[in-house]
């Protein structure tokens, strides 16, 4: 809304000069480039943002559908008591004698007052689901108890259904994130910026309990591999979830597929090789590849390229799923936005910036909305989220249990672990 006032207020005094294919042209102190803004002066953007003779357009319904697309793709920004206040002030204000802008302006405000009262209602949820699974129950007092609990295969022994309801938890709390809270995790301090402003708190707790959830999910998989007494059943599990992260992949699920493998990759899990030696791992190697770090991530970023064009020509609900690997997400979006100056040498806000960090987010904005197909079964979901699960060092011991101590180095560390774990 705000480009389409700045477009308007320009005329003939445009300087413009073609290069190849491509146009770049300076409106004073505007600069553009294939019609698309690439830098400008705070004081150029204010100053034709102003009525003058030559423009005068109508304001009303430019700021009605400014202050619409605010609110609906970054609402958390009106949690903020004098947000709403000035939102309530501007709608007095834009609407006084306009009807049909009032009637949009209510529309408006109702819709953000849902979407915010669903946001604390899944704040809760999320913070008495955590509460619940950080219960210490007596089963994770020893290996030998533990194996009394239920574990993931008397839940659900379906890998298919398995992926299905992580889908689920991937997809519901990926759409509670606010495109917002990716700059305000790591967003540099401009020191032209009004630090005393609105924006000076920053909110960013949805996006750190999704990467929570990501943690969660790896030690819930080693917990469920290192638990067993029984060699046999280790090795069932892991080939268990090796399917688990199979069916995750093809629907297009790939962080609960990487946090499948990292669950797997851990220590306490990695050196059980007397059970490993019992498992057929091509699967899982191939899937290790498709994730491999090297080049960049390469593989993974070649795999959902794929995904998202799938997705772009989906027939199906089901087709259009796009789980990203959030944390490498969150680290490109990070290196782009440490990586170029907010400002220009001359002064003049970094549009281009802007649009390559506009470009990303939009893209996690339309994954976000897709709706789950799959039916929910909600004993496996409430197992997925609550049961307890192994600190670090409860699954080294469980290991050094399950496989003795290789060196004098484990020795001493199950030594330490048992007099201040498993000793009642």
Request: charged share 25%.
């Amino acid at each position: 809304a705000i480009f389409s006032c700045l477009k308007g207020a320009f005329g003939s005094s445009a300087k413009a000069r073609l290069c190849g294919h491509s146009i770049t042209a300076s409106y004073g102190e505007m600069c553009y480039h294939d019609n698309s803004l690439v830098s400008a002066s705070l004081e150029a953007l204010i100053q034709h943002l102003v009525p003058t003779v030559d423009y005068y357009p109508d304001v009303a319904p430019k700021l009605v559908q400014l202050l619409t697309e605010w609110t609906e793709t970054f609402p958390y920004d009106f949690r903020d008591e004098r947000m709403m206040r000035c939102l309530k002030d501007m709608t007095l204000q834009v609407a006084r004698g306009d009807e049909y802008s009032w009637r949009a302006m209510q529309q408006m405000t109702q819709r953000l007052i849902k979407r915010l009262s669903a946001l604390g209602q899944y704040e809760e949820a999320v913070a008495a689901l955590n509460a619940v699974a950080q219960e210490r129950p007596a089963s994770l007092k020893s290996k030998q108890t533990s194996a009394q609990r239920s574990d993931i295969l008397s839940v659900c022994d379906d890998p298919f259904i398995l992926a299905q309801q992580l889908t689920h938890i991937e997809l519901d709390r990926l759409s509670f994130i606010g495109p917002e809270e990716f700059i305000q995790s790591f967003a540099m301090k401009d020191p032209l910026e009004n630090h005393k402003g609105f924006f000076r708190k920053r909110k960013t707790s949805n996006l750190e309990a999704y990467v929570n959830w990501f943690n969660r999910l790896s030690f819930l998989v080693a917990t469920e591999i290192c638990m067993p007494v029984k060699k046999k059943h280790r090795a069932r599990i892991i080939e268990f979830f090796i399917d688990v992260a199979q069916e995750c992949f093809n629907i297009g699920n790939f962080n609960s597929l990487m946090a499948i493998i990292t669950g797997m990759n851990m220590s306490p899990v990695a050196r059980l090789k007397k059970t490993w030696n019992k498992v057929n791992t091509d699967k899982f190697e191939i899937l290790e590849h498709q994730m491999d770090p090297s080049s960049n991530f390469s593989n993974y970023r070649t795999a959902l390229r794929g995904a998202t064009q799938r997705s772009e020509t989906a027939h199906s609900s089901q087709e259009k799923i796009v789980i990203p690997f959030f944390s490498l997400l969150i680290k490109d979006i990070y290196f782009l936005n440490e990586g170029c100056a907010n400002r220009l040498p001359n002064g003049h806000i970094n549009f281009e910036k802007l649009w390559e960090l506009a470009k990303q987010v939009s893209e996690f904005l339309v994954w976000r909305q897709v709706i789950c197909p799959f039916d929910r079964d909600r004993r496996i979901l409430q197992y997925l989220v609550t049961t307890p699960v192994f600190t670090e060092d409860e699954l080294h011991l469980a290991s050094y249990e399950s496989e003795g101590p290789e060196n004098n180095m484990e020795k001493d560390r199950t030594s330490l672990l048992t007099r201040y774990i498993w000793t009642p």
